[in-house]
């Protein structure tokens, strides 16, 4: 997983966290929404998102020799 990919991630993730803790997601989307936050988060962390690997989707650049 590339570094803007981890970005994008992380940013999302904290503008869900801000919008629903001030109210203006609730209810059973805010928590659906509030999970994928933190699975986006956790997949920055750990550098590898599961659904990439089926696809064969790398967002990491690599160096050419």
Same mark, same amino acid.
């Given at each position: ?10 940013? =999302? ?5 801000? +919008?629903? @803790? ?9 928590? =659906?929404?509030? =999970?994928?936050?933190? =699975? @986006?988060? +956790?997949? %920055? @962390?750990? %550098? +590898?998102?599961?659904?990439? +690997?089926? @696809? ?10």
């Amino acid at each position: 997983m590339g570094n803007t990919d981890k970005l994008i991630r992380v940013l =999302i993730a904290i503008a869900i966290a801000l +919008l629903y @803790f001030n109210g203006y997601i609730t209810g059973t989307l805010g928590i =659906i929404l509030l =999970i994928l936050a933190g =699975i @986006f988060v +956790l997949t %920055s @962390f750990c %550098s +590898l998102c599961p659904l990439y +690997l089926p @696809f064969g989707i790398n967002t990491c650049k690599t160096k050419k020799k």
